[in-house]
């Protein structure tokens, strides 16, 4: 391997972190020995300075080695579903214990030994009475079908204890999932790495989620409880399972259980930008023409009888009056509003924030969103406002996605349920960097454009006017992020 390779997977402080507790660890090692042939060879003086010496090298490794090792065992514990875990209070009466019974060992007080006896016991009786609260437990969870980034989201939770004897006491429900794949950095690791080690690397980082916390479900009963939690960012959380955790009854342990869930896809719809007054304003020449068809338009095309399943309040009363059989009326339909929104996600490579592959792989598993480009945010907010300010006007919107990863199969619609699926499509765009001027990435509004009848078509890109085609300067609103 390289040594750019290791600077793009490794920081400066994990080098010489590694480098510090290697000399650290050789060099007990080495005291030791000498330790060792000192007492051997008669040496007290040079036994007792390499004792000493030995000593500082165990403090050293306490202090510098144990810890980086302890935090990624933890970070590599809470992936593995291990049933328990130690917390730090756990760890200090683990300590006591061992102290107390080398002691009673080691003196025969039997005063010591009654203090080993409660301290094991309360250790023994902590651990089953936490285990035994997370068992026979089920959770469910409900979540509205329209969820937007930085507003509360009402998630409703039911926990059931199916226990017959035994309630339950201090339970967390938390949900797990993932929210791509695989790492954003997966790409950058194949290409360092051997194809194992990158495949290890390049799993999507689990993302948890608290969803409530239950103080006690009575046992053949089920707790229910409303909360609301709020989505910093736009994008999906593909759910994996749930996972039950306490600490009762002395927290020396965190019993942990995971349950299987049905594979969901939450998606988060992008935020709405304020529209500007231009914008908002923007004139459709829409309604003006009539068409002598059936729809919901305003003028009078004809008078019927009426149907069962019609609408009473289009029923003419007086029509209805003179033939004494009811009588509806149909109205014709105006000129459909057909709009065409084309969202570019494209940026130039100046744009791109330059991060090392260890980077990458650090912000996406902290989730503090440097990875997202604000000018596309800006422009996704801007194309989800846009989306219902032309839903409230009742056009008929065609979203279409430029880029390498675009899925415009889909037609142009109308209504709420189209403005959802527009806004799920909106929620997964990611920010492409280039400088290359390909006209690619504009071929399905082109080819939108020749087949005709839009009324409006808005692009929202970052491209100058020359990378763009003349067709499309020429017959389209052109709002730049």
Known sequence: MKLGALRQIFSLRDLSNAALGIVVIVGGIGLAVITLYAHRTDQPR???????????????????????????????????????????????????????????????????????????????????????????????????????????????????????????????????????????????????????IADRLARAPIVRRTLDYFVRVPRNETAESKTEHVFSERGRLMIKDFELSTRFPFAFFRHRRRLSAKETELIV????????????????????????????????????????????????????????????????????????????????????????????????????????????EHAVGTAASLLSHFTEEQAAITVLIGGNNRDNSGDGGIGSRHLHESFKRLAVVEAEYSNDAATDRWKDLIRCLDEGGTTHVVVLTAAPDSSIPDEVLERSRIIRF
């Open 46 to 196: 040079l036994a007792g300075i390499a004792a000493g010496l030995s000593l500082l090298s165990v403090l050293l490794i306490i202090i510098f080695v144990v810890p980086p090792l302890a935090r990624n065992a933890s970070k590599e514990a809470s992936q593995m579903n291990l049933p328990f875990e130690f917390t730090l209070g756990g760890a200090i009466m683990l300590g006591l214990i061992v102290i107390v019974g080398f002691s009673a060992w080691n003196t025969g007080n039997n005063l010591l030994f009654l203090v080993l006896s409660f301290l094991t016991a309360a250790m023994i009786c902590g651990f089953l009475a936490g285990n035994l609260t997370l068992k026979k437990l089920d959770v469910k969870m409900r979540f509205p079908e329209t969820i937007f980034a930085g507003e509360p989201t009402p998630i409703y939770v039911s926990l059931k204890n199916r226990k017959r004897f035994f309630p339950s006491y201090s339970v967390v429900a938390e949900v797990r999932g993932s929210q791509r794949e695989e790492s954003i950095a997966a790409p950058d690791l194949r290409r360092l790495l051997p194809r194992v």
């Open 269 to 376: 719809f992008p935020k709405p930008e304020p529209l500007d007054g231009e914008l908002e304003s923007e004139p459709l020449d829409i309604g003006e023409l009539t068409a002598f068809k059936r729809g919901t338009g305003q003028d009078l095309l004809a008078l019927r009888d009426y149907h069962p399943n019609d609408d009473l309040r289009r029923v003419d009363w007086k029509a209805t009056a003179r033939s004494r059989n009811l009588i509806v009326r149909e109205f014709s339909a105006e000129d459909d509003k057909r709009i065409i929104l084309f969202l570019d996600p494209l940026l130039p490579e100046s744009d791109e924030k330059k991060m090392t592959v260890r980077q990458k792989i650090e912000a996406e598993q902290d989730g503090d969103g440097t990875l997202r480009s604000e000018r596309l």
